[in-house]
């Protein structure tokens, strides 16, 4: 995937230090003894009643939602259509989350009822968030092509609280998705697991590495371009947004994403992909494999939403991520600091899955 740089907007040319953004400096700092504290607490993970969780410092542009605005009632009569499908859907049918929007139903197999449909009143359809296709979207996961075990472990995680989100307040995808796993019955979740496992996972998101941006707003879980020609620092952050907002809105598994990081991000997190981030770790390659395309039950990175990649490498640093499947990455996300975080997720996602 070719990596742009907006040199347009790009005031001053360098990789971007560290950020300091976890509160204490040896939260942040790749140590070897940040890194053998991680791996005894590790080996002693079985026996811990509640993990370690400190969302100190969090940054709250991880988990963008827009301004709170009053209920609407949506229409049920006019026709939208999206490029390159016949079908047309209405507003409401837009926002029914026991029925997934599917814009292109030739492309995939046939939905099981459980993630065309959901089932009332609490297990919302899987396709509305993560698609049809299992493409997802920023704020969720890329589930196509997952193993099956990963996805059910991962529900049965949520479910058990082992796994949760590292915002600090609400954080509407992360409840949906909170709210799934506690009411979905094992042969529901094992269902959905083997439909979107046989799915081929696609790269939507093309990483542009930039010191100023377009001005953007907050949206539900992602960015969108603001009105004008107005541009804003990136100030070391990584903001991810459709190309087309009103697509990405009408949940079309076709629309492409932009993520904009520091300039040397991608190379910088090409290094440390492949190299241990601190002594007694294994580097990224070493378990996801070379061009991160996964390996056995170690799940697939490349091509992945860079902005959900760093959530997750956040979780687990916080341990808000305290599954025993994810325990090898505690030591790991401990040596990173968000920067880290930012460059090695830019990197990722300039691969093809």
């Given at each position: ?14 990789i ?7 509160g ?10 940040a890194?053998?504290h991680?791996?005894?607490s590790?080996?002693n993970?079985?026996?811990?009643a509640?993990?370690?969780?400190d969302t ?7 988990f963008?939602?827009?301004p709170?605005?009053?209920?609407r009632?949506?229409d049920?009569?006019?026709p ?9 859907l ?34 919302y ?12 979207r920023?704020?969720?996961?890329q ?11 991962q ?24 709210r799934?796993?506690e ?10 697991a083997a ?8 790269q939507r998101v093309?990483?542009?590495e930039?010191?100023?941006?377009p ?9 969108r371009?603001?009105?004008?020609r107005?541009?804003?620092?990136l ?12 697509r990405?809105?009408?949940?079309d598994p ?5 993520a ?15 190299s241990?981030?601190?002594p007694?770790?294994l ?6 494999g ?6 056995g ?5 490349a091509g992945?939403?860079?902005?959900y990649?760093?959530r ?10 305290a ?9 790991v ?9 930012i460059?090695v997720a830019?990197y990722?996602?300039?691969l093809?899955?």
């Amino acid at each position: 995937m070719r990596v742009t740089t907006r040199r347009s907007l790009v005031a001053a040319v360098g990789i971007f230090a560290p950020v300091s953004i976890f509160g204490p400096a040896a939260f942040q700092t790749r140590t070897h003894g940040a890194a053998s504290h991680a791996a005894a607490s590790l080996a002693n993970a079985s026996h811990a009643a509640e993990p370690r969780v400190d969302t100190t410092g969090v940054p709250s542009w991880l988990f963008p939602l827009p301004p709170p605005t009053p209920p609407r009632v949506w229409d049920t009569l006019a026709p939208i259509g999206v490029p390159r499908s016949r079908v047309a859907l209405t507003e409401n049918q837009l926002h029914d989350l026991f029925s997934a929007p599917d814009w292109a139903p030739a492309s995939h197999p046939r939905m099981p009822a459980i993630v065309a449909r959901g089932r009332k009143p609490a297990v919302y359809a899987c396709g509305f968030c993560h698609m049809p296709d299992g493409q997802g979207r920023p704020e969720n996961a890329q589930i196509a092509g997952l193993p099956a075990e990963y996805i059910v472990q991962q529900l049965a995680d949520m479910k058990a609280h082992r796994r949760r989100g590292a915002n600090t307040g609400p954080y509407v995808p992360n409840d949906f998705m909170q709210r799934v796993a506690e009411n979905a019955t094992d042969a529901e979740v094992e269902e959905a697991a083997a439909y979107f496992a046989e799915l081929k996972p696609r790269q939507r998101v093309r990483v542009v590495e930039a010191t100023l941006v377009p001005r953007m707003t907050k949206a539900m879980g992602t960015f969108r371009y603001a009105p004008g020609r107005d541009t804003e620092s990136l100030d070391g952050r990584l903001m991810e947004v459709p190309v087309d907002f009103n697509r990405h809105e009408h949940r079309d598994p076709s629309v492409e994403y932009i993520a904009y990081v520091p300039v040397g991000s991608v190379a910088r997190g090409r290094a440390l992909a492949a190299s241990a981030v601190a002594p007694g770790l294994l580097s990224c390659t070493g378990c996801h494999g070379p061009q991160l395309k996964g390996a056995g039950l170690i799940p697939p990175l490349a091509g992945r939403s860079p902005g959900y990649l760093v959530r997750q490498l956040v979780g687990f640093k916080t341990g808000v991520r305290a599954g025993l499947a994810g325990a090898p990455m505690g030591p790991v996300s401990t040596a990173l600091s968000l920067s880290d975080m930012i460059s090695v997720a830019a990197y990722a996602a300039t691969l093809k899955p």
